[in-house]
């Protein structure tokens, strides 16, 4: 959990020091904008935390899509509205660890990226993250990386 949370506020700080016209400009993401970057880092907040709402028998009420459409929207979200999007669904998946019964942790979800345990999201999460500060390319540093990410190495994407 610590580090989705460190990675939150990483990621937060890099997309914050972005100007708004910034987000349209390319990233390090092969054929990706910066605005799709973010969109995909809220949208996998997003994902998580609905599936392991559901997981854990409370289905959300205004399910929202986190597919391949969903990210091609989000992408083209105004500024303001692609920061919202991101703090909201980082809100909600921490809310949603936070509340979740201890047993459920025990569960698996079937995420678009494969089935994960949910004791295994936080980790997951955490790269995600790592990976999109870098892809902003706007000072994120291998270096900045926690240790413990630093030593496993972050999957390609």
């Known amino acids: 959990m610590e580090l989705a949370r460190f990675g939150t506020a990483y990621f937060a700080r890099r997309l914050n020091a972005l100007e708004d016209r910034a987000l349209g400009q390319a990233s390090a993401r092969a054929g990706w904008s910066r605005a799709r970057v973010v969109a995909s880092v809220a949208l996998q907040a997003r994902e998580i935390a609905q599936l392991v709402e559901a997981a854990s028998g409370q289905r959300p009420e205004d399910w929202a899509e ?65 990976l999109g500060a870098l892809d902003l390319a706007n000072g994120a540093r291998l270096r900045d990386l926690p240790k413990d990410l630093q030593a496993q190495g972050l999957p390609e994407h």
């Open 66 to 130: 986190t597919d391949l459409a969903a990210l091609e929207l989000a992408e083209t979200l105004p500024p303001r509205a692609l920061r919202h999007l991101f703090a909201h669904a980082a809100v909600h998946l921490e809310v949603v660890w936070r509340d979740l019964p201890a047993d459920a942790w025990a569960e698996t979800v079937q995420l678009s990226t494969g089935a994960v345990g949910i004791a295994q999201t936080p980790k997951l999460r955490a790269e995600v993250l790592w």
